[in-house]
């Protein structure tokens, strides 16, 4: 790693939390007859072979030990020796660092601050979105977007239930955003809710035949024809506008030959109307508006 790597490292080491992990080190007995190379150093070490693409324990140790100046802000690291370093890999427990990820993953999940909201569907809830992270050219030559600009796209995957991406794909920065999501991974019966740049039916067709359900925001020259239109119940939020039963025309229902659901909701913060298409027609009006407002407002109390 070079020193800017280093500095970067040290940044992703920041969000460690350092006392869950010395709390594990103790019910685990792992620093126990350790000979100067400690479980938070032996961490750090591993972290640091597999963002450095390390491919030896040579490249590992020699790494850290030419970083020296920089460790002080990885928390008292030690650089190990070549031997002392497969030591401990061989002998050191790997349940103290499994057990870590898990309580590291429930704590990062904790620090989003956003309020659980609670809805009546036992289905798991994922938000999609993209976004540019621009990049400067003259270290980042492959990352080219415009002429004189550098970016990536980055596809990511939010688990709604602890706040945490589930999964991130990386592409350039002039992959579309539809495009980015044919290589998300999916979970049969779970719900995916994004913004009207994922409006491709293919890629929707796709979704529906694995079993998932979506709640979408169609675009505004949608071409369809209405089957049937839904009454609203009483008890409906007043933002409901529409909620109906429809086919499409021409090339999208070549693309999505089934049946749709499309819901209108109104926006009173942009003072818009917000059209929805979904492919679950069981959910109340109100679970489809509630969805689409959490795309926005995650801390929103219904």
């Given at each position: ?9 040290a ?6 939390n350092?006392?869950i992990f ?5 019910e ?11 479980s938070w ?23 850290l ?5 920089n460790?002080?802000?990885l ?27 898990y ?12 309020k ?18 621009s ?23 939010l688990d ?50 694995n079993?998932?359900f ?36 021409g ?36 679970t ?12 929103i109390n219904?």
């Amino acid at each position: 790693m070079t020193r800017t790597n280093i500095t970067l490292f040290a940044q992703i080491v920041q969000h460690l939390n350092r006392p869950i992990f010395n709390k594990l080190v103790k019910e685990h007995g792992s620093d126990k007859h350790q000979k100067g190379f400690d479980s938070w150093s032996h961490l750090i070490s591993m972290l640091f072979c597999h963002l450095g693409k390390s491919e030896s324990l040579r490249d590992i140790s020699n790494g850290l030990r030419s970083a020296t100046g920089n460790l002080n802000h990885l928390g008292n690291v030690h650089p190990p020796t070549k031997s002392n370093l497969g030591y401990q890999n061989k002998h050191r427990s790997w349940e103290l660092f499994r057990d870590y990820y898990y309580a590291l993953l429930k704590y990062l999940g904790q620090q989003a601050g956003f309020k659980r909201v609670k809805f009546r569907i036992k289905s798991k809830i994922f938000l999609l979105d993209a976004t540019v992270i621009s990049l400067c050219l003259s270290l980042f030559d492959w990352a080219r977007y415009k002429r004189r600009k550098g970016a990536i796209k980055m596809h990511t995957l939010l688990d709604f239930d602890g706040n945490l991406p589930a999964y991130v794909n990386i592409t350039d920065g002039k992959t579309a955003d539809n495009k980015g999501a044919y290589d998300v991974p999916l979970v049969k019966n779970s719900v995916i809710v994004a913004d009207r740049f994922y409006n491709d039916f293919s890629l929707l067709y796709i979704w529906d035949s694995n079993g998932i359900f979506f709640v979408i925001r169609h675009k505004t020259n949608l071409n369809f024809n209405t089957i049937k239109e839904n009454e609203l119940p009483d008890d409906r939020h007043q933002h409901i506008l529409i909620d109906e039963i429809i086919e499409l025309t021409g090339i999208s229902k070549e693309k999505y030959p089934k049946k749709l659901r499309r819901v209108v909701v109104w926006d009173d913060k942009n003072n818009q109307t917000i059209e929805l298409l979904t492919n679950n027609f069981k959910w109340s009006c109100n679970t489809i508006g509630e969805l689409r407002l959490l795309r926005y407002s995650p801390t929103i109390n219904f």
